[in-house]
DNA sequence: ACGGCGC
């Protein structure tokens, strides 16, 4: 199976897991792994079966198609949906509907040169197309949290990955090396932060975060919408609430604009006085 | 517990 070459030890078998995720439709089990080594990230989702097991490998940049496609699928009327290709660096995935005496199934093949082509299967469902549409919700999760959500076991220092450098055959050619942009954990956390058990709403990623000032509660939560993600800010305090949507796009300027507040006022800040003070310099790059 | 795909 996992032929690779110069005795590295296995395709992406020593890549970081960001993620996992798996979803049960009727009787399959699918594995969702977002997976990050040197030359980038990648979703791997993998179909098992009792007998059978079939991965594709999508790049990083494509989890927002997978996800818009499965909406096509799950959102279109029947008789109006149509195969679809998808290309992605050296890939192409097909999808296709199919019919037969077991229902409804979407094929996802994907085609690339270096590998034979792999198929998963995802059945419909039996109502609403609701394993195609518990499928999309996955792909909308693992959209969502990747990027923002730095996980702890991603390295700060990279020295460590850099010397995995080409290790993984599981990654297509024409990666995006992706991850120097993105804050850090440290970046996003706050000081008394407390973890706050899942409110409201869907879409929401188990980031929800509090923090509290005075008499009033701060809720930050990563959603989305049809026009994007977003962090919303809560003010709380009583019965009320007043958000702010704050496109990702304009995260880290916020971000900025907050570190140049507490830079300007950081002496007359409670507990920010001596060793406690905690600049926040933006991020470089 | 399915079963599609494609060889």
């Given at each position: 199976m996992e032929g690779n070459s110069g005795g590295t030890g296995g395709g992406g078998g020593n890549d970081v897991e960001l993620l996992c995720k798996t979803l049960q439709v009727e009787h399959k089990l699918f594995y969702f792994d977002l997976k990050e080594n040197p030359r980038g990230r990648y979703l791997k989702i993998s179909e098992k079966t009792s007998a059978t097991r079939s991965t594709i490998i999508v790049p990083f940049d494509g989890i927002s198609w997978f996800l818009d496609l499965f909406n096509y699928y799950v959102n279109s009327d029947k008789q109006d949906v149509f195969s679809k290709e998808l290309q992605l660096d050296s890939k192409v995935f097909y999808f296709d509907v199919g019919e037969n005496r077991r229902g409804r199934f979407l094929k996802v093949s994907e085609a690339s040169v270096s590998r034979n082509r792999s198929t998963i299967i995802v059945p419909a469902g039996s109502a609403r197309d609701e394993g195609w549409a518990a499928f999309r919700n996955i792909l909308a999760e693992i959209n969502e949290a990747s990027?923002?959500?730095?996980?702890?076991?991603?390295?700060?220092?990279?020295e460590a990955s850099e010397r995995l450098v080409g290790l993984s055959d599981d990654v297509g050619a024409g990666f995006i090396s992706g991850h120097s942009s993105q804050p850090t954990a440290s970046d996003l956390t706050v000081d008394r932060t407390i973890d706050l058990p899942p409110p409201d709403e869907?879409?929401?990623?188990?980031v929800s975060k509090v923090i509290r000032a005075d008499q009033k509660r701060f809720f930050f939560d990563l959603g989305s919408n049809n026009r994007g993600h977003f962090l919303r800010i809560s003010e709380v305090a009583g019965s009320d609430r007043s958000s702010i949507i704050l496109p990702l796009s304009g995260l880290k300027q916020f971000y900025e604009m907050v570190g140049h507040f507490v830079e300007i006022t950081k002496d007359r800040i409670e507990g920010m006085a001596g060793a406690n003070v905690r600049t926040v310099d933006p991020p470089q790059r």
């Open positions: 990027r923002l959500f730095i996980l702890p076991n991603q390295q700060q220092n990279s869907i879409g929401n990623l188990g």
